[in-house]
């Protein structure tokens, strides 16, 4: 006999392995953390911030293709990590940020 406060057993339910690139990667997450830090670092001029919440925006819209929404990101960091006012941190940073969505395409 069972205890009248047990819980019935469910049966074990496969769920699919998350596709590399896909909102809930972690490689997009990550990506996204680092354009969030960008875009609240004071050290580097205001348009580079606003380019890194514009790049973030792109990655976030929903109906559009993830190659799509890479390449516009990839787009708006590549013409930021040409300004001459960047700092050479923030420059690092666009790289890295760039060499990563470009893994997940």
Known sequence: ?????????RPAVALPAPIA????????G???DSLSQ???D???PRNVRR?????????????VALDVRIASAVYVLDDLANDPNLPTHGRT????IISSLESLS
């Not at 973030?56 to 109906?63: F, S, V, W």
């Not at 940073?93 to 890295?96: C, E, F, L, R």
């Open 30 to 32: 990550r990506i996204v």
């Open 51 to 63: 380019g890194a919440q514009s790049a973030k925006d792109e990655l976030a819209k929903p109906r």
């Open 42 to 44: 004071l050290s580097v």
């Open 21 to 28: 690139g896909e909102p809930d990667s972690p490689g997009l």
């Open 38 to 40: 960008l875009a609240d």
């Open 93 to 96: 940073a666009i790289w890295s």
């Open 1 to 9: 006999m069972t205890a009248p406060d047990a819980v019935p057993a």
